[in-house]
Structures are given as structure tokens and as C-alpha cells.
């Protein structure tokens, strides 16, 4: 199975990571599984999603920088 | 009228000394009659020497001998630092190169720094003046200066190096940073006297105590600071956490460096060295001078540098004035401590930070957004920038690697223009707030100290 993960750049702030999360879920997308790499004060975080297009496209309107 | 080699030690009548004493309580009259002595020399020489003041001189239809007392010293153009760097390097120079001896630079710019050259006369002076910044405080030979201002293009090292030597004390020309290595030197030389910046006096206060230094255990008994704006409270703790008395001293590389103006040991505004500065208060919109005790912004006319005369210098420090008799003795007026700036100048440990100058950098980098935020905040007493950069989709990429390396590059970028460390951070999108029009985007957190 072919899967493309989200690359997401975060900031490190309290809740962050799950504003994110919220994102998908009310938009009724799954996050299938993530994992995070992580700096003092900032971090990537990739997202394999059910429906990565339109996670990508609404992270954009949130103009979270999503790759 | 004075001449070089009046030195002889006297005491003041604050406890400390005065290098110069015939100049330094010059009765004001005579003060006054001297200073237009010299400003037409330096009108002249400017004029002559200097095509620059020729043409403003004659744009502002001037003549060196229409001036003949304190009230037509308005009439003279004014010069920026903007002049002095439109005619770097060597264009304000009002002697041939091979009189020159030294040439100190301002800290460091994106566009050209401003140069200051010195013949040996005008090195001799400056010792001078700096020897009376150190007497002042009761520094005499014998004692021991543990020098840790920057030496370099910067004129605070040399300066009060020279000026201590000419005094005839003991210079250790440490330099700045390490500071263990600082206490070490402090403790086992036996140093009686110190300068740098106050910051940096306040940090090697807190590393003395931090390794169970005494005050009793270093013998300093005064410091000579300036630089940066300093308190009276960052004056008390200096002084309770070293066991000295901490003197204010000022001066800027646009008139030679330190030796402009210093404080006795009354602590109560800075002593200018008039009878080699024309000082005066204006204020910086209208440009008209203003009354005493008033704060505007400082101007100053040299009237004794032979390589460099300025005419009404902008300092674009904003402070006050006083004429009232100081209880010292010496007969010059006083300025308070500058309280401000009439433009964006940040000064960070001691160096002349223009913002422009972090947006230039960032403006040169294709990746960067025009959303950043400069943020100035201090740890313990050292001051820290902070560029709040945006990472837009250009930066962005798959990895941690490719981050942090832009991080470096700009921060290897904003070191090689201003030679000075600071730290990048990443931010989201949006996390920066957009500010109408191109207004300057400078957070400063600092409390004054």
C-alpha cells in the first residue's frame, strides 16, 4: 500500500498539536498514525491521513505550512 | 590658553583627581573665549580641507569669521552620521593621509561604517582626555586598569588604554569575554581600577559572587562605564556587588571615542570636556536649540581634532543640560545620562544597532517572508536579539536538517554584517503580527537596567 504522510511545521506551543487534530476531525478526515521529530522550539510532524488532498488543502487555509 | 603639558595631578574636591587642572576649572568666561578661539581654527580648516564644508558652508552662506559668539554657532549647517558615511572612507578627512595615524571605524553597518581618523596630535588629546575620565575617579600611577572593553576598530579599548597609559597606570588590555579568565587576571594582578561596558561590569559581579568571591577579595575601588544607557539602580548594584564606585562615562567614534564627557565622583551628571566640544541641546524637530535643563538631542562641534572636524554633529542622543556649579570643582557644564534616542538605534552589549540593518540582511535572503519581528530581551545582564522569521514555503522542507541549516544561514548572515550574535527563530504563519504601513517591527523587553 502506497501511503504519503503529511509533513507539518509546528511551532512548540501548549495545544498546537491538537488544534491540528481537531482540523481533521471536524472535517471528518482519520489520522491513520503520526510521528513527530522535534527542536527546542519548533517541530515536524507527519500525518498519514485518509484523505491526504483535502487534509492538505485545509491545513493551507489554516496557512499551516503542510508539504 | 591651554597648552599640552599642564598635567600634574591635583585633587578635586570629590575625592578625586583633576589630569589638567588649569583647563578642567578654566573660569567660564575665559571657557567661552577659548571655545570660539577654537571654533573658527576648526570652521576654517573645515573650509579649507574639507570639500564637504566647503559646500556647506557656502550653501548655508557662512563664513568662519562671521562667527563671533555662542548665538551664531545656529548658523552653521548641521552634519549626520548619514554625511559621514556618504563620504566613507576617508572623505571627512581634513589632513593628507600620511598624517594620519590611526583610523577606528563604528560598529558595524550594512552600508558603509563610519571611519574616524586620528593624527598624533589628536592621539595625544584623546589620551589626555581620557586620562582626565580616569582621574576623576581617583585613578592615579600605580594603580592597576583591568581594560575590558573590545579593542579593535571599536575606540573604547584603545581609548581608555591610551588614556591610562598616558596617565601613567598600569593597563591590562584583557579585552572582552571569558570570563573566568577575566576574574583570574582581576584577582591575581590586584586590579584597583576597571572598565567596560556596565553590563558586562554586572556580569562579572554576578560570576564573582557565583564563585564565592568577595568584594574584599578584588581590590577594584572604581569603574568606568559607558557605552550603553545604564540606571542609577543598575549604578547601585554594580557598585554593591564589586565593593567600587561606578562612574558613567561617554563619549562616541564620531568624536574620537571615550573622553567626551565622564562623571566625577560627585555621580551627578557628566563633566563635557568643553574646551574640545562645542555641546549643545536641540530639539530634533525644529532643530532650534533649546533652554538649559531641557532634554533634546545632544549636538556636538569639535574644536580641537586636527584629522576630523565636525560641524554640529547629531549624536541623536536625546538629554539635558545643567551649568550649575559642580561641587568638584571642575567648571564645565554637565549632561545627564542619555535617556533616549531620536531614532531606532538599538544598542546591544555596547554595539550601534540599526534595525534597518537586520531588515536589509533579511530583505537579501529570497526565502524570507517580509514578516519578522526583532525582539531584544536580556538574560541576567547581557542583552539578546531575537529574529522572528516566518517559514514560508520556500524555507519549509522535509526535514529538521533543512531547517536548522537556514536557521544558521541567516544567523551567519546577520554575524557577518553586524558582527553580532543572534538567534533566529522559526515561526508559523501568521504567528508574527502584520503592522500597517512599514512601520519598524522592534520589540524591546529590556527594562532599563
Same mark, same amino acid.
Given at each position: 500500500v502506497k501511503v504519503t504522510p503529511l509533513t507539518v511545521f509546528l511551532e512548540h506551543r501548549r495545544g498546537r498539536l491538537a488544534e491540528v487534530a481537531d482540523l481533521h476531525r471536524n472535517a471528518g478526515i482519520n489520522i491513520r498514525g503520526f510521528s513527530t521529530t522535534e527542536a527546542a522550539e519548533y517541530g515536524i510532524v507527519r500525518l498519514i491521513v485518509t484523505d491526504p488532498e483535502e487534509a492538505r488543502r485545509l491545513l493551507r487555509d489554516e496557512e499551516v505550512r503542510a508539504l | 590658553v591651554i597648552s599640552a603639558g599642564d598635567e600634574h595631578l591635583v585633587p578635586d574636591r570629590a575625592g578625586g583627581l583633576l589630569w589638567q587642572?588649569?583647563?578642567?576649572?578654566?573660569?567660564?568666561?575665559?571657557?567661552?573665549?577659548?571655545?570660539?578661539?577654537?571654533l573658527r581654527a576648526v570652521l576654517e580648516s573645515a573650509r579649507d580641507n574639507v570639500p564637504f564644508y566647503r559646500k556647506k558652508l557656502e550653501e548655508a552662506g557662512v563664513s568662519p569669521?562671521?562667527?563671533?559668539? =555662542?548665538?551664531?554657532?545656529?548658523?552653521?549647517?548641521?552634519?549626520?552620521?548619514?554625511?559621514?558615511?556618504? =563620504?566613507?572612507?576617508?572623505?571627512?578627512?581634513?589632513? /593628507?593621509?600620511?598624517?594620519?595615524?590611526?583610523?577606528?571605524? @563604528? @560598529?558595524?553597518?550594512?552600508?558603509?561604517?563610519?571611519?574616524?581618523?586620528?593624527?598624533?596630535?589628536?592621539?595625544?588629546?584623546?589620551?589626555d582626555l581620557?586620562?582626565?575620565?580616569?582621574?576623576?575617579?581617583?585613578?592615579?600611577?600605580?594603580?592597576?586598569?583591568?581594560?575590558?572593553?573590545?579593542?579593535?576598530?571599536?575606540?573604547?579599548?584603545?581609548?581608555?588604554?591610551?588614556?591610562a597609559e598616558r596617565l601613567g597606570c598600569t593597563v591590562v588590555p584583557i579585552s572582552g569575554g571569558n570570563t573566568e579568565r577575566q576574574l583570574k587576571i582581576m584577582r591575581d594582578f590586584g586590579a584597583t581600577a576597571l572598565s567596560c561596558t556596565p553590563s558586562y561590569a554586572m556580569h562579572l559581579a554576578d560570576a564573582a559572587r557565583d564563585r564565592g568571591l568577595r568584594p574584599a577579595d578584588l581590590p577594584i575601588r572604581v569603574g568606568f562605564h559607558g557605552a550603553e544607557p545604564w540606571s542609577n539602580e543598575l549604578r547601585r548594584q554594580i557598585e554593591a556587588g564589586l565593593g567600587i564606585d561606578a562612574l558613567d562615562i561617554y563619549g562616541l567614534s564620531e568624536m574620537g571615542g571615550p573622553g567626551v564627557a565622564f562623571e566625577c565622583l560627585c555621580? *551627578?551628571?557628566?563633566?563635557?570636556?568643553?574646551?574640545?566640544?562645542?555641546?549643545?541641546?536641540?530639539?530634533?524637530?525644529?532643530?532650534?536649540?533649546? /533652554?538649559?535643563?531641557?532634554?533634546?538631542?545632544?549636538?556636538?562641534?569639535?574644536? *580641537?581634532?586636527?584629522?576630523?572636524?565636525?560641524?554640529?554633529?547629531?549624536?541623536?542622543d536625546l538629554c539635558s543640560f545643567t551649568s550649575e556649579p559642580c561641587?568638584?570643582?571642575?567648571?564645565?557644564?554637565?549632561?545627564?545620562? /542619555?535617556?533616549?534616542? *531620536?531614532?531606532?538605534?538599538?544598542?546591544?552589549?555596547?554595539?550601534?544597532?540599526?534595525p534597518s540593518q537586520i531588515e536589509e540582511v533579511l530583505m537579501s535572503i529570497p526565502e524570507i517572508e517580509p514578516h519578522y519581528e526583532i525582539v531584544v530581551d536580556r538574560k541576567?545582564?547581557?542583552?539578546?536579539?531575537?529574529?522572528?522569521?516566518?517559514? @514560508?514555503?520556500?524555507?519549509?522542507?522535509?526535514?529538521?536538517?533543512?531547517?536548522?541549516?537556514?536557521?544558521?544561514?541567516?544567523?551567519?548572515?546577520?554575524?557577518?554584517?553586524?558582527n553580532i550574535q543572534v538567534a533566529v527563530k522559526l515561526k508559523e504563519a501568521k504567528a508574527i503580527q502584520r503592522s500597517e504601513g512599514k512601520a519598524v517591527r522592534v520589540v524591546d523587553r529590556r527594562q532599563a537596567l
Open positions: - | 587642572p588649569a583647563a578642567e576649572m578654566l573660569p567660564t568666561q575665559e571657557l567661552g573665549a577659548l571655545q570660539m578661539e577654537r569669521a562671521d562667527i563671533t559668539c =555662542h548665538g551664531d554657532v545656529v548658523h552653521l549647517p548641521f552634519t549626520t552620521k548619514t554625511d559621514l558615511r556618504d =563620504h566613507y572612507p576617508f572623505g571627512m578627512f581634513a589632513r /593628507p593621509r600620511d598624517q594620519i595615524v590611526r583610523v577606528h571605524a @563604528s @560598529s558595524g553597518t550594512s552600508s558603509n561604517p563610519t571611519t574616524v581618523g586620528y593624527t598624533r596630535q589628536d592621539i595625544d588629546t584623546w589620551g581620557v586620562a582626565r575620565t580616569l582621574a576623576a575617579g581617583g585613578v592615579k600611577p600605580g594603580d592597576l586598569l583591568h581594560n575590558a572593553y573590545g579593542y579593535g576598530l571599536f575606540t573604547g579599548g584603545l581609548g581608555l588604554h591610551f588614556g555621580k *551627578s551628571g557628566m563633566h563635557i570636556n568643553e574646551d574640545h566640544y562645542l555641546a549643545e541641546i536641540i530639539d530634533p524637530d525644529t532643530l532650534r536649540p533649546l /533652554p538649559e535643563g531641557e532634554v533634546g538631542e545632544l549636538v556636538f562641534t569639535t574644536l *580641537s581634532r586636527e584629522a576630523q572636524p565636525l560641524i554640529r554633529y547629531r549624536t541623536r561641587p568638584c570643582g571642575r567648571t564645565s557644564a554637565r549632561m545627564s545620562k /542619555p535617556i533616549g534616542r *531620536s531614532d531606532d538605534m538599538l544598542v546591544i552589549r555596547g554595539v550601534n544597532v540599526f541576567g545582564y547581557l542583552d539578546l536579539i531575537e529574529v522572528w522569521v516566518e517559514v @514560508s514555503e520556500d524555507v519549509f522542507a522535509e526535514t529538521m536538517g533543512d531547517l536548522e541549516r537556514f536557521q544558521r544561514k541567516v544567523q551567519g548572515q546577520i554575524y557577518n554584517v553586524l
